[in-house]
Nanobody
């Protein structure tokens, strides 16, 4: 069983930065691909970024490429999402997920475990 807890969300202005964290309570954290997804009101959950177990392979949605950076610290069982140049359209609940797929998985179907989410609101 993997438990994930997101933190770091909040209300910011357009152009600001935030860092989200995802803490995992599992000894085998380094065996999982980890990902960030987001869901805006009335919309489906969408892929944001993913990182493989070693951190060497990452993937981003086109909408965040160049602005967001995903990273992980396996010694701390924690994954991060550094978000720069935030836009109002980035407003959503951000979820972290853990996947047994050995690739930066982009589909929600590939993720077995999810956190409860953290709200990010970007005002214009």
């Amino acid at each position: 069983q993997v438990q994930l807890v997101e933190s770091g969300g909040g209300l910011v202005q357009a152009g600001d930065s935030l860092r989200l964290s995802c803490a995992a309570s599992v000894r085998t954290f380094s065996r999982y691909t980890m990902g960030w997804f987001r869901q805006a009101p009335g919309k489906e959950r969408e892929f944001v970024a993913a990182i493989t177990w070693s951190g060497d392979n990452t993937r981003y949605a086109d909408s965040v490429k160049g602005r967001f950076t995903i990273s992980r610290d396996n010694a701390k069982n924690t994954m991060y999402l550094h978000m720069n140049s935030l836009k109002p359209e980035d407003t959503a609940v951000y979820y972290c997920g853990a996947s047994p797929v050995w690739a930066p998985a982009t589909s929600t179907d590939d993720y077995n475990y999810w956190g409860q989410g953290t709200q990010v609101t970007v005002s214009s």
